[in-house]
């Protein structure tokens, strides 16, 4: 089995293009719901 270095440390846009657009429009999808999920928390503290 071969390693190559530069395969290990390249980033993934350049390593799979596609691939990263999907993980990114997953970041994208469930950042909201974690915003809200900050918010509550927050609120909840501050309300105790």
Do not use: C, H
């Amino acid at each position: 089995m071969n390693l190559d270095i530069r395969e290990l440390t390249s980033s993934l846009s350049s390593y799979s293009s596609a691939t990263n657009q999907a993980v990114n429009m997953m970041a994208d999808a469930v950042r909201p719901i974690g915003y809200i999920l900050l918010g509550l928390f927050f609120w909840f503290e501050m309300a105790s």
